[in-house]
């Protein structure tokens, strides 16, 4: 979930801050498009970037083929493009090394047919702009279940009738019941748009049922209908079920896909949840990858379901829009993505036993991160998760349904269905509980954030239905977070004596339904505190190193500066945990500390800061949850474009860490100097503080020398490491080549806050040269 959004709101006063000429009004509602057009931009009050798109224009036609889409930016970075609400793309830049300038991306329109939106991310979302391509090539078939009706009953043999309405001809109509095997529809008439297939529902007894239909044109397009809902014979409706969950866990694709994909990964599950306090999982079931979990591999999701069940976990399915960015689920426009992502989870269960279905539904969607948050906007919202619960009650489901939403939401008032009311209060009336992102480093903080909530849920006969959400992660806070949303610098030590805080004030009180952790991942690698040897959770015995990669390494040149990396998943007796990336210009080089370059949790990286028309090499290895490192990839390689613009290339000189003058801080100095003659570069520098510290600096520009220094903020923890890692470094005709810095990364162990009369102690300064950051 996107976590920028906490810090845009930081009292609980909801406050938006607009970008010139956007708007703040949310007057006539009904001369709005029901899709994101023209966004209320929410953005940090000390960075106002611009960016636009000047090409294609608004209701432009485009061409089949190649077609270059192009704007500007200014104080902006790291351009991604939203195409079609499908994919996010990377921009080419072309810039004279300051973070304003041109960009565009070339655009493959053979794909496309129809209408579609593009909207460009430089810190937040450009206005969304609407553009088509006629493209019959492309056109994917509309396919219609028209009987028998949603919400039905049936009990003798029934045709199932499906619409077909496709600009090419149809090579196959198929149909599926409850998860089955796909079955020909006939169809009925010669040029007829309407297939038939003739079903015997006797076989599955009282019970409910969906109905899938999909259609193959000549062309290779495939369409997919909405799911149709029935009863068979005298099949019942489950009861809705909302038990407590406290406490719950997200876990998202990269291990939700690790556990399905390797079995021995749960034994890890399972000795993290081994104290009793984990009860509910919310287990992502996005694409991941180019794979679908609840259509390619449902076999294994049933049966880590089954164990989990038997473990004594619940497992809720946790699901986003489908739409890219997520966000854009909330938009009329993009309800049918949001529907279908939800119809998977639903179809699912009515092809498993009861054994292997899912406790409940946990949805986030968030549209504020588009950039818009008006009235219509906000009932928008509201309609696509009441959408959703209908879908649940037609097909019968019990489980219990609830959003993730962020805290201040008890600040906005939006008046639905003849109601006004804060939003938060339409969202506990419409759902069965809510995750409240009250992400804090304190009990008391996350209290703070969700009281209102939590006092709402008594008065409308909701108990134990608010949870409140923690975070664990490290926030790189150059989107606009600060670190104390987070208990990652603080460890997990800290973290449990504020939730006893939290505990002893919170469960007094009814609506109160216990915490939720973000996420799986960050809380595997939580220490207890960050001194030098900290504890970890429990892990299980590991036996073995993980397996090779499964899919060989691919690498492609980006751009001038950067490469992409993409690879196939390792397998292990316990759970890959990270994979190491070791790049080398030597084609015969051998992995080592010297040549790691970075560690991922998932299948692909970005390696940047490179040098133009060089050719590199790359070879990647898994490393488990005990740290045994697998064999390493055969190298692969790729060649970086020459620079459209010719820059120079600076690096990081040197890092140095030491107690900071005011009591109770560290200290840091960075020096830049260019990488070929190593003289002083007069550039900024940003970065932030790590482990023990989290301040994002934006530091001073770098004096005649090359230095520039900061202070971190004052440290919770009285000793432990603190490192820190510069993130961006920005010079007129210069680019940072951050894979040649001399030093990448430099921590050290500081005692930040000595005993009274004695004089600040700091170890030796121990440099990390692998880029952890990447």
């Known amino acids: 979930m996107n976590r920028r959004t906490i810090l845009s709101f930081l009292g609980a006063p909801l406050v938006l801050a607009c970008l010139p000429l956007a708007g703040c009004s949310d007057a006539d509602p009904a001369a709005r498009d029901e899709s994101p057009s023209q966004p209320q931009a929410l953005v940090s009050a000390q960075v106002v970037p611009s960016a636009t798109i000047d090409s294609p224009a608004e209701g432009e036609k485009l061409p089949v083929g190649i077609v270059r889409v192009s704007g500007r930016f200014t104080q902006a970075y790291n351009l991604k493009l939203s195409i079609a609400g499908k994919v996010i793309e990377r921009v080419h830049t072309v810039t004279n090394g300051e973070e304003s300038g041109t960009w565009y991306y070339d655009l493959d329109t053979r794909k496309l047919d129809g209408e579609f939106q593009l909207a460009l991310e430089a810190y937040g979302w450009t206005p969304w702009?609407?553009?088509?391509?006629?493209?019959?090539?492309?056109?994917?078939?509309?396919?219609?279940?028209?009987?028998?009706?949603?919400?039905?009953?049936?009990?003798?043999?029934?045709?199932?009738?499906?619409?077909?309405?496709?600009?090419?001809?149809?090579?196959?109509?198929?149909?599926?019941?409850?998860?089955?095997?796909?079955?020909?529809?006939?169809?009925?008439?010669?040029?007829?748009?309407?297939?038939?297939?003739?079903?015997?529902?006797?076989?599955?007894?009282?019970?409910?049922?969906?109905?899938?239909?999909?259609?193959?044109?000549?062309?290779?397009?495939?369409?997919?209908?909405?799911?149709?809902?029935?009863?068979v014979g005298n099949g019942a409706v489950e009861p809705v079920q909302s038990p407590r969950q406290d406490r719950a866990l997200w876990l998202w694709e990269p291990g939700a896909y690790s556990i399905v994909h390797n079995p021995g990964a749960r034994r890890v599950l399972e000795s993290f949840a081994a104290d009793g306090k984990v009860k509910t999982v919310y287990f992502g079931v996005d694409r991941y990858t180019g794979e679908d979990m609840l259509e390619d591999f449902r076999p294994q999701v049933r049966d880590f379901v089954s164990w989990a069940h038997g473990a004594g976990l619940k497992v809720y399915a946790l699901i986003a829009s489908a739409a890219r960015p997520l966000c854009l689920g909330a938009f009329t426009r993009y309800h049918g993505a949001a529907l279908s992502e939800y119809e998977k989870v639903l179809n699912y269960d009515l092809s498993s036993n009861p054994r292997e279905r899912f406790d409940g539904l946990n949805v986030d969607i968030e549209p504020y991160v588009c950039g818009i948050f008006d009235t219509p906007t906000q009932v928008q919202w509201l309609e696509v998760l009441q959408r959703m619960i209908q879908r649940r009650d037609t097909a019968g489901s019990g489980h219990a349904f609830g959003p993730a939403i962020p805290f201040w939401l008890d600040g906005s008032t939006v008046t639905w269905k003849g109601q006004t009311k804060t939003l938060d209060q339409h969202m506990q009336d419409l759902n069965d509980y809510v995750a409240i992102m009250s992400y804090r480093d304190s009990g008391e903080g996350m209290l703070a954030a969700g009281e209102q909530e939590i006092a709402y849920a008594a008065t409308i006969g909701k108990p134990g239905s608010v949870l409140l959400g923690l975070e664990a992660s490290e926030i790189a806070s150059s989107d606009g977070d600060p670190w104390w949303i987070s208990y990652h610098h603080v460890g997990r030590t800290y973290m449990e004596n504020e939730l006893a805080k939290l505990y002893a004030a919170a469960n007094p009180r009814p609506g109160f339904g216990g915490v939720a952790l973000e996420h799986y991942d960050s809380m595997v690698d939580q220490p207890s505190d960050w001194s030098q040897n900290p504890s970890y959770p429990p892990y299980p015995k590991d036996y073995r190193a993980p397996s090779a990669l499964s899919d060989r390494v691919k690498a492609t040149?980006?751009?001038?500066?950067?490469?992409?990396?993409?690879?196939?998943?390792?397998?292990?007796?316990?759970?890959?945990?990270?994979?190491?990336?070791?790049?080398?210009?030597?084609?015969?080089?051998?992995?080592?500390?010297?040549?790691?370059?970075?560690?991922?949790?998932?299948?692909?990286?970005?390696?940047?800061?490179?040098?133009?028309?060089?050719?590199?090499?790359?070879?990647?290895?898994?490393?488990?949850?005990?740290?045994?490192?697998?064999?390493?990839?055969?190298?692969?390689?790729?060649?970086?474009?020459?620079?459209?613009?010719?820059?120079?290339?600076?690096?990081?000189?040197?890092?140095?860490?030491?107690?900071?003058?005011?009591?109770?801080?560290?200290?840091?100095?960075?020096?830049?100097?260019?990488?070929?003659?190593?003289?002083?570069?007069?550039?900024?520098?940003?970065?932030?503080?790590?482990?023990?510290?989290?301040?994002?600096?934006?530091?001073?520009?770098?004096?005649?020398?090359?230095?520039?220094?900061?202070?971190?903020?004052?440290?919770?923890?009285?000793?432990?490491?603190?490192?820190?890692?510069?993130?961006?470094?920005?010079?007129?005709?210069?680019?940072?080549?951050?894979?040649?810095?001399?030093?990448?990364?430099?921590?050290?162990?500081?005692?930040?806050?000595?005993?009274?009369?004695?004089?600040?102690?700091?170890?030796?300064?121990?440099?990390?040269?692998?880029?952890?950051?990447?």
Request: hydrophobic content about 35%; overall charge neutral.
């Open 557 to 774: 040149a980006f751009d001038s500066q950067s490469v992409d990396l993409t690879w196939g998943r390792a397998y292990d007796d316990t759970t890959v945990n990270t994979y190491n990336i070791y790049r080398s210009e030597d084609p015969n080089f051998r992995p080592c500390a010297d040549n790691l370059i970075g560690a991922t949790k998932d299948l692909w990286m970005s390696d940047m800061g490179l040098l133009p028309s060089t050719r590199y090499y790359y070879r990647i290895a898994a490393v488990d949850i005990a740290g045994k490192e697998g064999p390493a990839s055969p190298p692969a390689t790729a060649k970086t474009t020459a620079a459209e613009v010719p820059l120079r290339p600076m690096i990081v000189d040197a890092i140095e860490l030491s107690p900071g003058a005011t009591p109770g801080t560290a200290a840091v100095k960075v020096r830049v100097v260019d990488k070929v003659t190593g003289a002083p570069v007069v550039a900024e520098v940003h970065g932030h503080f790590t482990k023990r510290g989290g301040l994002y600096l934006d530091m001073p520009p770098t004096d005649a020398n090359g230095w520039t220094q900061g202070t971190s903020e004052k440290l919770t923890l009285p000793s432990g490491i603190v490192g820190f890692t510069p993130k961006r470094i920005v010079a007129k005709g210069y680019y940072w080549a951050g894979a040649y810095d001399r030093v990448h990364y430099a921590e050290s162990d500081l005692v930040s806050t000595p005993s009274p009369g004695a004089k600040a102690q700091t170890k030796p300064i121990v440099v990390t040269y692998a880029r952890k950051d990447n």
């Open 129 to 231: 702009r609407t553009v088509s391509v006629d493209n019959p090539a492309a056109n994917v078939p509309k396919v219609t279940v028209a009987s028998p009706a949603d919400g039905g009953t049936v009990r003798t043999r029934t045709p199932i009738r499906v619409d077909v309405d496709a600009r090419n001809d149809i090579a196959s109509v198929v149909v599926r019941i409850n998860g089955g095997p796909w079955l020909t529809a006939a169809r009925v008439s010669p040029g007829a748009r309407a297939y038939e297939y003739s079903w015997d529902p006797t076989p599955l007894g009282d019970a409910m049922a969906s109905i899938e239909a999909r259609a193959v044109d000549a062309r290779g397009n495939l369409g997919k209908s909405f799911t149709t809902y029935v009863r």
